[in-house]
């Protein structure tokens, strides 16, 4: 695979990254396996002053960082400073709480016979983590920070669109007085990719991408008796109940559709509304997405950034073709785009009926399908309607009724008056075809760990 910076925005190539050899692979390995051997048994202060240095330079630096976002995938440049930030916000939150989220933990209730039984967290080994290009460093982030606190090591394969980013991470623990081993990057081929999946050195897989490259990974880790954790795509339903800010509803499903240029595993793509005020939010919701100028994504001004490629713009385009010919409507709004650049037009698709190709897709760009349906139950039932099992939304000014909505929404995540998010202390994660395991919070910590059990049982214990 080519590892190459082209510009979305101008198409451009930029630069080009040979792939790593196979003895490059081979001495890497070697090296994160003796960095781990030190790594391991350190301090979680020792531990912590490497995140947490790499947190403040992201913070110190934050504008290079997020031009390289910004030139690899066409992100709007403002958004790229906000995923500077995240990520920094990530690592030091490992920093500051692993050691409290990994403390050991008494079993009261298996305290017979006088035994003190405790669970203890310890590291697994080399982690191997394949990550995507949509969020270049928050991605790395939320994989590295738990990871590094809890003792492990990491090799990472990164999208090979942002091998800039990808190596400009790798450099950020570099500078933060990482050893050498600790963080790889890894320019690898797929044959390498399947031959650190087979080496018994890497314990674990966390992957971020798509369905396909997930049952993948996650079938020959299996084969290896390794655990993964897999992210991987979603078609969150934003559900407007009939109760809703009408007002406050619109301004987040536009947000919620297009932050990160659409480009988002939780952003929200099926936009459902009781059918009440359904009319009228269908109007003011393409009112304000025609408001969003396409540009350059370093432009202030700019509302609508080129995707991430021209190749990820043409499936998209081909995806809208699809949906109109099995009888969708599509709804164009706002400026013509550039025809230069990887850019895709604002499009609402309504009439996307169960048989449409489209109707269980998920659509990765600034692409909305929007439904109208009779009420609560019909539009939980639409929800749950889809392979995916990611995120979704509530929008309704009766907040105890929203969490019993919630409740009955097969996903990993519901908000609130809010589209799906993400921050350092909430899990994230989903179910069905959107994969398993969580990352953030207590709970990604937890993931690659040992929870070994040791019970101390007295001396004069009867045999």
């Not at 947000?255 to 009781?274: E, F, L, P, T």
């Not at 698709?349 to 929007?370: H, I, S």
């Not at 921050?423 to 709970?443: H, M, Q, T, W, Y």
């Amino acid at each position: 695979m080519a590892y190459q910076t082209v510009n979305p925005y101008t198409n451009e190539v930029v630069a080009t990254f040979p792939d790593l050899t196979d003895a490059e692979l081979t001495r890497l390995t070697d090296q994160a396996e003796k960095t781990y051997e030190t790594w391991s048994v350190a301090s979680y202060a020792d531990r912590a002053k490497i995140v947490g240095k790499a947190a403040e330079i992201l913070r110190a630096q934050a504008q290079d960082y997020a031009r390289l976002l910004t030139l690899e995938m066409g992100k709007l440049y403002r958004e790229s400073l906000a995923e500077v930030e995240l990520s920094a916000d990530i690592l030091a939150y490992y920093a500051k709480n692993a050691e409290t989220f990994l403390a050991p933990k008494e079993l009261p209730e298996a305290q017979a016979y006088g035994a003190k039984a405790m669970i203890v967290n310890q590291p697994l080994g080399i982690i191997l983590a394949i990550e995507p290009w949509n969020f270049p460093y928050y991605q790395l982030a939320r994989v590295v920070g738990p990871q590094f606190m809890a003792g492990n090591v990491v090799m990472v394969k990164h999208a090979s669109c942002v091998p800039q980013s990808a190596a400009a991470f790798e450099k950020l623990f570099r500078d933060a007085g990482a050893p050498a081993g600790l963080y790889t990057n890894l320019y690898a081929t797929r044959a390498q990719l399947e031959r650190l999946v087979d080496d018994p050195r890497i314990v674990g897989v966390a992957l971020t991408g798509s369905e396909g490259a997930g049952a993948k990974i996650a079938a020959q880790a299996g084969q290896n008796l390794k655990k993964t954790t897999l992210e991987l795509g979603g078609s969150d339903a934003f559900i407007v109940l009939e109760d809703a800010d009408l007002e406050k509803a619109v301004k987040w499903a536009v947000w919620g559709r297009m932050n990160n240029g659409g480009q988002c595993c939780v952003a929200s793509k099926r936009i459902i509304v009781v059918d009440s005020i359904a009319d009228k939010f269908l109007t003011k919701f393409g009112e304000e997405l025609g408001k969003l100028q396409p540009g350059d994504p370093m432009d202030e001004a700019t509302g609508l950034p080129p995707l991430s490629s021209q190749g990820a713009a043409d499936q998209l385009n081909e995806q809208v073709a699809t949906a109109v010919k099995h009888g969708a409507h599509a709804l164009r709004v706002g400026p013509v785009p550039p025809n230069k650049g990887a850019f895709v037009q604002t499009t609402i698709l309504t009439d996307v009926k169960p048989e449409n190709p489209v109707y269980y897709q998920e659509l990765f760009g600034p692409v909305a399908m929007f439904f109208k349906v009779k009420d609560d139950k019909e539009a939980i039932k639409l929800a749950n309607d889809n392979p995916y099992g990611l995120g979704g939304s509530v929008f309704t000014q009766n907040t105890e009724h929203g969490v019993e909505v919630a409740k009955q929404i097969d996903t990993g995540m519901v908000y609130i008056n809010h589209p799906t998010w993400t921050k350092a202390d909430i899990p994230f994660g989903g179910v069905k075809r959107s994969g398993f395991g969580r990352e953030l919070s207590a709970l990604g910590i937890e993931e690659f760990v040992n929870k070994k059990l040791i019970n101390v049982v007295p001396i004069d214990h009867p045999a």
